[in-house]
């Protein structure tokens, strides 16, 4: 079974870019589409976006343009990086595994809270 | 985008009841959705793919119905480890969009 983990800061400032590396561990990244999902606090599932381990992207629309996310298939990790945060960008950061084949996020990491203040 | 709406946000049930979970689509989706569970500080687990099949490992007190717009999410007898959120999750094309969640808490 893959595991996930997600690591990066847990406090960004306004207006600064927000950077989050997830690992993979238990099998290549080299199938499947990587995802990252958030949950602001005490509100529901928000998808950002995903990559396949070609580099193609897909990225919510509403997020897109401030959002990139970028694989390393060497480390067997992907990354996420939003630009020009602000308050409401404050949620907990989930990476998951959308299996292609079966259309469902079968693999999660176990999250990480990013809080946006000054 | 497909907006998903799920009913009621929240229930107080006791163990032993029957639970029902609603999920509508604003556009027909044919069979594609998903139905996770989250407990609390937890990531969300799958329960139901492709609107009515059991993830393997998954109690068979859960099952999934529906299709088009309308989909079902019951849970038959309320077990204490069920105290949980609930979301679904469509795939009818991008983006991927979840309903608002159901938390289910303990009368």
């Known amino acids: 079974q893959v595991q996930m983990q997600e690591s990066g800061p847990g406090l960004v400032k306004p207006s600064e870019t927000l950077s989050l590396t997830c690992v993979v561990s238990?099998?290549?990244?080299?199938?499947?589409?990587w995802s990252w999902i958030r949950q602001p606090p005490g509100k529901g599932l928000e998808w950002i976006g995903y990559i396949y381990y070609s580099g193609s992207t897909n990225y919510s629309p509403s997020l897109e343009s401030r959002v990139t996310i970028s694989v390393d298939t060497s480390k067997n990790q992907f990354s996420l990086k939003m630009r020009s945060v602000t308050a409401a960008d404050t949620a907990v950061y989930y990476c998951a595994r959308y299996n292609w084949s079966a259309y469902y996020f079968d693999s999660w990491g176990l999250g990480t809270l990013v809080i946006v203040s000054s | 985008d497909i907006q998903m709406t799920q009913s009621p946000s929240s229930l107080s049930a006791s163990v032993g009841d029957r639970v029902t979970i609603t999920c509508h689509t604003s556009?027909?989706?044919?069979?594609?959705l998903n139905w996770y569970q989250q407990k609390s500080g937890r990531a969300p687990k799958l329960l139901i793919y492709?609107?009515?099949n059991l993830e393997t490992g998954v109690p068979s007190r859960f099952s999934g119905s529906g299709s088009g717009t309308d989909f079902t999410l019951t849970i038959t007898s309320l077990q204490p480890e069920d105290f949980a959120t609930y979301f679904c999750q469509h795939y009818d094309g991008l983006p991927i969009t979840f309903g608002g969640g159901t938390k289910v808490e303990m009368k």
């Open positions: 556009h027909d989706i044919g069979n594609y």
């Open positions: 492709d609107a009515s």
């Open positions: 238990g099998g290549p990244i080299s199938d499947h589409y």
